[in-house]
Nanobody, 115 residues
Framework: QVQLEESGGGLVQAGGSLRLSCAAS????????MGWYRQAPGKQRELVAS???????YYTDSVKGRFTISRDNAKNTVYLQMNSLKPEDTGVYYC?????????WGQGTQVTVSS
């Protein structure tokens, strides 16, 4: 069982920055690839970035060069540093293991970017 709690969202102007955090419970955290997902209004949830247990990262094209994912296995926490935010980054952000058999989700954190 894994419990996830996202935090750090908020309202920010375009060009601003936010840092999201995801605290996870469970001893399996360090061995699992973790992802940050985004669900924009009226759209399906999409994978924004992921990080493997070894630190390999993936970013969707729209956030490359602006977002940075990192993890601290000692703290069971994964982070998403978001810079140069755009209105199209608006949505609810969730973290979750990228392994589809691990269907665990937190409540998400709202990010709103105003133009």
């Amino acid at each position: 069982q894994v419990q996830l709690e996202e935090s750090g969202g908020g309202l920010v102007q375009a060009g601003g920055s936010l840092r999201l955090s995801c605290a996870a419970s469970g001893s399996a955290f360090s061995i699992n690839s973790m992802g940050w997902y985004r669900q924009a209004p009226g759209k399906q949830r999409e994978l924004v970035a992921s990080i493997s247990s070894g630190g390999n990262t993936y970013y969707t094209d729209s956030v490359k060069g602006r977002f940075t994912i990192s993890r601290d296995n000692a703290k069971n926490t994964v982070y998403l540093q978001m810079n140069s935010l755009k209105p199209e980054d608006t949505g609810v952000y969730y973290c979750s293991p990228t392994n589809p058999s691990m269907d665990y989700w937190g409540q998400g954190t709202q990010v709103t970017v105003s133009s």
